[in-house]
C-alpha cells in the first residue's frame, strides 16, 4: 500500500476516534457535574468520575499528538 494513502487512512481513523472523544468527554463532565452535586468531592463517587475525566483528557491529548504528527509528515 502506498505510504500516502497509510496516512490518510490512519488520519480518517483519528479524525473518527477524535469526534467519539470529544462526545465521550462532553457527556463524562455532565456526569461529573451531576456527581459533584450529589456526593461529597472526596466520596469514592468523585473520584470515579474525576478518573474517569482523567483518562478520556489524556486519551484526546494522545490523539491530537497523533494527528500534528501525521499532518507534519503528510506536508513533506
Known amino acids: 500500500m502506498d505510504p500516502i494513502e497509510v496516512i490518510k487512512e490512519e488520519r ?3 479524525h473518527d476516534v477524535s ?6 468527554q462532553g457527556m463524562g463532565s455532565f456526569i461529573d457535574n451531576v456527581i459533584a452535586g450529589q456526593f461529597d468531592e472526596d466520596s469514592k463517587e ?3 468520575s474525576k478518573k474517569v475525566m482523567n483518562a478520556i ?3 484526546i491529548e494522545l490523539v491530537k499528538e497523533r494527528r500534528d504528527n501525521l499532518h507534519a509528515v503528510s506536508k513533506d
Open 19 to 24: 469526534n467519539h472523544l470529544l462526545v465521550a
Open 46 to 48: 468523585a473520584q470515579r
Open 57 to 59: 483528557n489524556k486519551i
Open 12 to 14: 480518517k481513523f483519528l
